[in-house]
């Protein structure tokens, strides 16, 4: 397939997409066409991968439906995890930026959760009096998950390897506290709207390499592809497109992402990636018909 002045295939690139709103339908789920198309295309030789914003435990039940044969991207890129679900690479935040945060803006956030990773195991550290309205909202959507752990005091925030730090409040709290952020010199900031949670946004202070961008360059250079193919939906998918030979975004994208990227699908609930991976299978079956017919009229 040719796209601008690249010519894809099923084996020459690495295929990456955004789960929520991208890959996921509205409900969060993978839809049946999708699963069976996306392993369709994996056992013709797509090299397919997934890079969400969220933890691989969160997501295990949905991608588990999928044949992943490469390396996935987590937490936005802090974390890169094998087929099973396992950590193999990991950019943690200093703990000097985790100080800092300590120091000039918990006494002023209303909400303030640390992934973090402790023992080899990963944890959501939260304290009482830091949890508001859109955090509990944030814990109600999970009642099961065992990544949550209540602290007593803030040296315990301070436990294990930090994956990232994150505020959670409406929109006009997070622009308070990215500003007071910027005013101590942090900038490794991430802002995105809630996936399903429409007034509920996310200020992710996290280290300068967890980003998609550079997980899926990892990645690349870790299957030997040429080109990056990705698809994504949000501004966390920005450093990915802007790494990627072509990009794509859904027709739901965030208007953003639609600017940046080189092409628009069908959105998440009308399987857009997935048509998109079954027309580029077809064309290489095709294209492999071509080479064989004019081989035989030889």
Known sequence: MHIGNYDIN???????????GTLFNSDG????????????????GLNFTIATGKSYQTIQKEISKVNLNIPCITYDGACIN??????????????RVLSD???YVYEKSSSFLIYSLINGEERILWIKEKVNLYTYQYFSKRPK?????????????FCGDTLFISFVDCIQNIKKIE????????TDIQINQDAYINSLYWLKVKHPNANKGDAITFIKNHVACDYIVSFGNEINDIEMFLASDISICVANANNVIKDIALLEIQSNN?????????????????????????????
């Open 10 to 20: 099923l084996t020459n690139s690495l295929y990456v997409s955004d789960l929520d």
């Open 29 to 44: 789920e993978l839809s049946e066409q999708t699963v069976n198309i996306v392993n369709n295309a994996i056992d013709c």
């Open 82 to 95: 094998d087929c099973n679900g396992n950590i193999i690479l990991c950019n943690c935040v200093d703990k």
């Open 101 to 103: 945060i300590m120091s």
């Open 145 to 157: 998950d065992k990544r949550f752990y209540k602290v007593t005091n803030k040296e315990e925030f």
């Open 179 to 186: 500003k007071e952020l910027l005013t101590i010199g942090i």
């Open 270 to 298: 009308s399987d857009g990636v997935g048509k998109f991976l079954e027309s580029l299978v077809i064309s290489e079956k095709m294209n492999e018909q071509y080479i064989l017919g004019g081989r035989a009229n030889e």
